[in-house]
């Protein structure tokens, strides 16, 4: 298989009041096109820092980040912005949804700043809604949604640009149980289809999902449990 | 994304918070209103003292007798004559010596009792010739004006201006007829239109046509001399004025001949008329004046607009960042579904252009009826020109860039990881 994602020696410092925070210390990490990866650990770990350079929103101190073959470690911040646009999907603990636009409206917001043209986009988030189940919500504000509803809004919006890599921060953290693993079932479907899935969560059931579970300590990788 | 989308989203966005939308834009609002409504007024009262000094001949230069101040007098006797102003020879030195002029023609006021039948009424008596129509521009309702053998022969005829017409000669047609005035009757020959320059004007700049009555020169001075009896409250006093005005029209109209011959008249009535007793009135130098004031104006009133679509500005300015930092998480959401920095800088600028712009819009609409209602209550005559109103318009639009660039890059310069992590 080949990597879709891969992080070498990558190294994020922040400073912080004289000292330094290293926040990743050196990690080596490969996600297979196809994979599902869960990213555990303490908070302080490093796992958010992880998921923010895995989502092209951080940059490495040092060392590289490759998505797709192509070192965005070097890319200045429009490039990283198209990056985060056609290639990536981001699925957030608190939804994230814009407020005052209905549920088409969100779902089409990556693809606005794609610049795909309004009718087609319009084609697709109706798909995208429908496949999510979100008939008759279409024109709905996300306070008028459940949060399942709303997270099942923000998959779709999630897919919009038909992204190599979803990552999900904690996508079920808001959720009762039985909403959380609708949504899991979900995103493992969409893993199923061929998308490569990165999840992080401090939830060993939601962990559990996963082919494979890296354990942050420390910003360094502490262990990486396969599943059989 | 396209335009018109960035703009009805950004609507959107405004109308979720009207109130708030609305007071913001007051200020933009009330600017471009005063903005074009003293631009009206001023425009308006500009155009109004231009005209009245056009009425006077824009090629003409106007000489007026003035009656000295009292006080080297007033311990004289009441019943000595008090002599000053233009004489014959003033006209005549005029005429020999003064370059670039077409025309000199001289005038004389007396003030009268005029009768016709039961009707009396106050009026003035003037004698001129007959190129004065022509110069003082009148014009004819119906007969003829005086005419050059009309002063040879010293003729009894007149020629009505148009309130002495109506005020004497209610249902008769008045040519033909015969009136008193003074002493003497004279046959009204023709009667003036209505030139209605109103009754207050500037002292000396004609506005008294309406209300006089023309004979021939020659007969006036046969019947009154030079002498002419004022009473007032029992006291009576002479004066003697050979002339009380002078209109010279200039060969040309052009400002620099009119000035040279501005300058050469100055320079004659100086040396005959020391004490003062004459004055020169050029309405093209008084154009001069009305549209050289009207620019002072222009630009205070460009400084105090400025300043209050600065404060304008600055509102909006203000709540667009507070609008920034309430849609931090927004701004970060965006920015993590691939917005660039341009994206969130055009969103939030479409926001502050389509507030300014509205504000506009709506100062428009109330500087427009400003002056409209300010001219119906209170009969002042106001301008709206095109002008203005694409400046105010362009100024709203100009301030929303202004002060709407710094928000929105306050917005596009936030960290995306930062702006996600904000509640």
Redesign the interface.
Known sequence: MSAVAELCAATRIYPMGGTEVRALDGIDLRFEAGSYTAIMGASGSGKSTMLNILGCLDRLTTGRYLLGGRDVSVLDDDDLSAERNRRLGFVFQAYNLIPHLTVLENIEVPMEYAGVAPSQARERSVALASRMGLQGRFDHRPTELSGGQQQRVAIARSLANDPMVLLADEPTGNLDSRTGKEILAVLEELNTQGRTLIVVTHDAHVAAHADRTVVMLDGRIQRVEERA | ??TR?LFSLAW??LW?HRLRSLLTVLGIVFGVASVVAMLAIGEGASEEAQDQFRRLGTRNLLLASVKPPLSEEAGESASRVLRYGLLRKDLVGIRATIPGIRRAVARRDIPVQARFGEREIATVLMGTTAEYAEVANLRLLSGRFLMPSDDHAHKAVCVLGDAVARKLFRAVDPVGQEIRAGTDYFRVVGMLAERGEGTGGTAGLGGESDNAIFIPMGTMQERHGDNIRHVTSGSRSYENVQLHRITVEAASEDESSIAQVGGALRAFVESRHPKGDVRITVPQELIRQAKESKRIFTVVLACIAAISLLVGGIGIMNIMLATVVERT??I????????????IVSQFLAETVLLSVTGGLIGLAFGVLAPLAFTYLSGVRTVITPFSLGLAFSISALVGVVFGLYPAARAAGLD??EA?RRE
């Open positions: 994304m396209t989308r959107k966005s979720l998480r927004e970060g959401v965006r920015r993590a579904l691939g917005a660039r920095r341009a994206n995306p990881v996600l």
